[in-house]
């Protein structure tokens, strides 16, 4: 296993709550919906702090590189946040069309994050960072979240 196989792994388990939110909100099950979504939050964001708190800056001391491909993946970060906030709006307001038009454009940013990382940023990672411990790391709190 890759240092960064839970992350990869853990994209799609992120991708399948989405759906699964996507689809409360389309049929109207808001209150399926606010819980799908609390749990995608939650997801998310452990993924976010996994990679800011823990593979980027071990990535930034392994390379030197601390305003490369870190920093184009926090401000992305930084994006979804405040998307996964907006669609909160739009589902207690039980605004499916808004919900759906913010959900469209998240939906695109993280198919577009995901593939940078699982395709330049991780290499990348993988080939400058060594540490089971890291490893381990990732993986135990993706986890738990």
Not at 21 to 31: F, K, L, N, S
Not at 57 to 71: D, K, L, R, Y
Request: glycine residues 8%.
């Amino acid at each position: 296993m890759s240092l960064t196989t839970p992350l990869r792994e853990h994209h799609r388990h992120c991708d399948d709550i989405f759906a699964r939110a996507e689809e409360d909100a389309t049929e109207g099950r808001w209150d399926q919906g606010a819980a799908s979504l609390a749990l995608l939050q939650g997801q998310l964001e452990a993924h976010f702090a996994s990679e800011e708190e823990l593979l980027f800056p071990a990535f930034e001391a392994a390379t030197g590189m601390c305003s490369g491909p870190t920093a184009i993946m926090r401000g992305e970060h930084a994006q979804m946040r405040d998307l996964l906030a907006q669609l909160g709006r739009d589902l207690a307001a039980r605004d499916a069309e808004g919900y759906g038009g913010t959900a469209e454009t998240l939906l695109i940013l993280m198919q577009q994050h995901n593939l940078k990382e699982e395709n330049i940023l991780y290499p990348m990672c993988d080939r400058a960072v060594a540490g089971a411990a890291l490893a381990a790391g990732l993986a135990g709190r993706l986890a738990q979240a």
